[in-house]
């Protein structure tokens, strides 16, 4: 079974940095597409990035340049970095994975969701 785990949440400062990891297992994802989404209260889920899973390429499509997809493949694990933070990410961030549609942006092209975990960045 699929399972899809967050992890390095927190709350932290204006102009702070901080490195999501998303742990995956249960599965073989060479033909999926992993991707970031996040939601604020009262707010539609909002789509973040996603990276090819076998190839490790994040594809361009990013709405902000504040943030980096990656993942290290041996250890199953993918990551969001992200920089200057500003209070308004403050959100719930998922990981999901879905198989590669070519265009993997929204949350219904996804399968597997993990649990969430909370980003709350402070003014």
């Known amino acids: 079974q699929v399972q899809l785990v967050e992890s390095g949440g927190g709350l932290v400062q204006t102009g702070d940095s901080l490195r999501l990891s998303c742990a995956a297992s249960?599965?073989?994802?060479?033909?999926?597409?992993m991707g970031w989404f996040r939601q604020a209260p009262g707010k539609e889920r909002e789509f973040v990035g996603r990276?090819?899973?076998?190839?490790?390429?994040p594809y361009p499509d990013s709405p902000e340049a504040r943030f980096t997809i990656s993942r290290d493949y041996t250890k199953n694990v993918m990551y969001l970095q992200m920089n200057s933070l500003k209070p308004e990410d403050t959100a719930v961030y998922y990981c999901?994975?879905?198989?590669?549609?070519?265009?993997?942006?929204?949350?219904?092209?996804?399968?597997?969701w993990g649990q969430g975990t909370q980003v709350t960045v402070s003014s």
């Open positions: 999901a994975a879905g198989i590669d549609l070519g265009t993997n942006i929204y949350p219904h092209d996804y399968v597997y």
């Open positions: 249960g599965g073989s994802f060479d033909r999926w597409v």
């Open positions: 990276v090819s899973w076998k190839s490790g390429t």
